[in-house]
């Protein structure tokens, strides 16, 4: 009887990690690590500043956060679809020198307001980017940054692409308001 139990507890666990994973796959990106190289490099370029607040849409295990209340003096907010990456960034902000300055949020970004945000990172498919792209533009305020990994925002101009070298992933970085693409030449 016990043994029952925990089989179809363990089961059902198992089956809400990967049903959870899915759903943030479709909707915004899979979970996939950043190079803790990469997550300063981002950071440096959205130039956080001390008591700004930082936004990782699709957080994983929380390392762009964690990196800018620590290295950077900022606060955090996250936001994650899959299970698995939440429940490890909430594992990983247990001391009290990060929970009492990064809350990570097991919502969809998409219906959270971006409205009091100094900096956005994001590391999400092209579909995601073209979807948050008015998002963006409706709600963060002049001088907020998005800093976003891999991929950019269709139609908007970025104030900054940086490839260091020729193999490295590239970062687009926006100042908002932005400017339409197609109005710089």
């Given at each position: 009887?016990?043994a029952d139990?925990?089989f179809?507890?363990?089961a059902?666990?198992?089956i809400?990690?990967?049903?959870?994973?899915?759903v943030?796959?479709?909707?915004a990106?899979?979970?996939?690590?950043?190079?803790q190289?990469?997550?300063?490099r981002?950071?440096?370029?959205?130039?956080v500043?001390?008591?700004?607040?930082v936004?990782d849409?699709?957080?994983g295990?929380g390392?762009?956060?964690?990196?800018?209340?620590r290295?950077?003096?900022?606060?955090?907010?996250?936001?994650?679809?899959?299970?698995?990456p939440?429940l490890?960034?909430?594992w990983?902000i247990?001391?009290?020198s990060?929970n009492?300055?990064?809350?990570?949020?097991?919502?969809?970004f998409y219906r959270?307001?971006?409205s009091?945000?100094?900096?956005?990172?994001?590391?999400?498919?092209p579909?995601?980017?073209?979807?948050?792209?008015g998002?963006?533009?409706?709600?963060l305020r002049?001088?907020?940054?998005?800093?976003?990994?891999?991929?950019r925002l269709p139609?908007?101009a970025?104030?900054?692409?940086?490839?260091?070298f020729?193999?490295?992933?590239?970062?687009?970085?926006?100042?908002?308001?932005?400017?339409?693409s197609?109005?710089?030449?």
């Open positions: 009887m016990v139990l925990v179809y507890t363990v059902v666990a198992i809400a990690v990967f049903l959870t994973a899915a943030a796959g479709a909707k990106a899979p979970f996939v690590p950043t190079w190289r990469d997550v300063r981002m950071l440096n370029l959205a130039q500043k001390p008591g700004e607040r936004v849409l699709g957080s295990d390392r762009f956060l964690i990196t800018a209340v290295e950077f003096g900022a606060i955090g907010d996250g936001y994650e679809l899959s299970l698995l939440y490890i960034s909430r990983r247990i001391h009290p990060l009492q300055r990064i809350k990570i949020h097991y919502r969809d959270s307001s971006l009091a945000v100094d900096v956005v990172t994001c590391f999400l498919t579909r995601a980017m073209a979807k948050l792209e998002k963006f533009r409706h709600e002049p001088g907020s940054r998005v800093v976003s990994y891999a991929f139609n908007v970025a104030d900054r692409i940086d490839k260091p020729p193999r490295s992933t590239p970062v687009f970085v926006y100042t908002a308001p932005f400017q339409s197609r109005s710089r030449t």
